[in-house]
């Protein structure tokens, strides 16, 4: 029986990949170590972006010992912490700065409440807006004109509408008026002013 097989030669073997990033590592840089430097440490404060190269055993003993704040005093390193809370970007007291009146003359106009009251209509101040009479509604021509036509004016209520449509038709109909045939075209009106206000949605 034999050893070899010819399946031993498709078989593929993955290259070590760690092997291969120590060949290409420069030295260790702790003293007396030869290893290859396969990890990067920060050199220090005001050296941001600058790294030393150490193997795997030094950069766990330089990271011990390692002190971002070290010669830095207390209060320095209490206002550090205290800029980090911005970034460490400039900010103001609230009306202290040249432009933060003329910013709040339209901070109204920025903000998310404005914006929505200005898109969406609250007729009965439900999301407290401040408005609370409700917005009255603008008549289209054939509504208005329907509106003149039972006698009512454009601020006509759907309630006004009903009881005046019932007095005209009582009026006006047929059967009320003794056949008078007179008021059949003023009735034909009433009927048809009153319809079409109702597929308005007026009353």
């Known amino acids: 029986m034999s050893t070899y097989s010819k399946y031993f030669e498709k078989i593929r073997v993955r290259p070590d990949r760690q092997a291969e990033v120590k060949s290409h590592a420069p030295r260790c840089q702790w003293d007396g170590c030869d290893e290859p430097g396969t990890h990067r440490a920060p050199v220090g ?9 150490f193997c795997f055993d030094h950069v766990r003993e330089y990271n011990k010992g390692f002190n971002y704040f070290s010669g830095v005093s207390d209060s320095e390193i209490a206002r550090f912490q ?3 809370l911005t970034g460490h970007r400039p ?8 432009g933060a009146k003329a910013a709040s003359d339209f901070s109204h106009i920025r903000s998310g409440r404005a914006g929505y009251y200005n898109r969406v209509r609250d007729p009965y101040n439900m999301f407290g807006g401040g408005r609370a009479e409700p917005r009255q509604r603008q008549a289209k021509p054939l509504e208005a004109k329907a509106l003149e036509t039972l006698g009512l004016d454009t601020k006509a209520t759907g309630a006004d509408i009903k009881a005046r449509y019932k007095e005209l038709v009582k009026r006006h109909h047929p059967d009320a008026n003794g056949g008078d045939r007179g008021s059949e075209d003023r009735f034909r009106d009433v009927l048809q002013a009153y319809r079409l206000l109702k597929q308005a949605g007026l009353c």
């Not at 404060?45 to 190269?53: K, L, Q, S």
């Not at 900010?91 to 040249?98: H, I, Q, Y």
């Open 45 to 53: 404060r005001m050296r941001e972006g600058e790294y030393f190269r």
């Open 82 to 84: 205290k800029e980090a």
């Open 91 to 98: 900010t103001w007291v609230m009306g202290a700065n040249s």
